[in-house]
T-cell receptor, first 115, second 106 residues
Framework: ETGVTQTPRHLVMGMTNKKSLKCEQH?????MYWYKQSAKKPLELMFV???????ENNSVPSRFSPECPNSSHLFLHLHTLQPEDSALYLC??????????????FGEGSWLTVV | KNEVEQSPQNLTAQEGEFITINCSYS?????LHWLQQHPGGGIVSLFM?????KKHGRLIATINIQEKHSSLHITASHPRDSAVYIC????????WGAGTKLIIKP
């Protein structure tokens, strides 16, 4: 238990569906992140939120839409995804934004399959 | 060439063996992280270090800033150590290695 909770753990969706991934942290952290992990590739940073404000969008397609209503919750809204978007999506948090040498805490991940 | 390189990519060993996983990087950093990812997907931070050596149980992490190199050692390895071990470095962002898949056979 890392203090970062992701739901759902597994999601299968069609290319025309709309779904959302949810992340919650009760660590009092100010920075939250979405990462994508595809097979045999390094983690890819998607979005960074710092004090609820988006500070980084790593050229992510608009079919992925993040939302951060407060510093404890982060969503990733999904619509009209492609099969190549199938991957493990990891949420993480840290006291301050990455690069400052803070320990980063990950959720268990959401396994997404697009059919 | 990736800014963070790990070796080996895959490692299979027998229970009890001493394990070494290496990480080399090519950028200036404020800290280096070692993390562990089990097959279920979750990632756990093992160490964050900026100099010298840290030890936690059977795990030891070392870093040589001048050589831009870090090692993660596991003593008396056990099948439950089987996981992917990931190195990441902090500069203005986190830069991730591709991971080392470790399998410890009983």
């Amino acid at each position: 238990e890392t203090g970062v909770t992701q739901t759902p753990r597994h999601l299968v969706m069609g290319m025309t569906n709309k779904k959302s991934l949810k992340c919650e942290q009760h660590l009092g952290h100010n920075a939250m992140y979405w990462y994508k992990q595809s097979a045999k590739k390094p983690l890819e940073l998607m979005f960074v939120y710092n004090f609820k404000e988006q500070t980084e969008n790593n050229s992510v397609p608009s079919r992925f839409s993040p939302e951060c209503p407060n510093s404890s919750h982060l969503f990733l809204h999904l619509h009209t995804l492609q099969p190549e978007d199938s991957a493990l999506y990891l949420c993480a948090s840290s006291q301050a934004v990455q690069g400052s040498g803070n320990t980063i805490y990950f959720g268990e991940g959401s396994w997404l399959t697009v059919v | 060439k990736n800014e963070v390189e790990q070796s080996p990519q895959n490692l299979t060993a027998q229970e009890g063996e001493f394990i070494t996983i290496n990480c080399s990087y090519s950028v200036g950093i404020s800290a280096l992280h070692w993390l562990q990812q089990h097959p279920g997907g979750g990632i756990v931070s093992l160490f964050m270090l900026s100099s010298g050596k840290k030890k936690h149980g059977r795990l030891i992490a070392t870093i040589n800033i001048q050589e831009k190199h870090s090692s993660l050692h596991i003593t008396a390895s056990h099948p439950r150590d089987s996981a992917v071990y990931i190195c990441a470095v902090s500069n203005y962002q986190l830069i991730w290695g591709a991971g080392t898949k470790l399998i410890i056979k009983p």
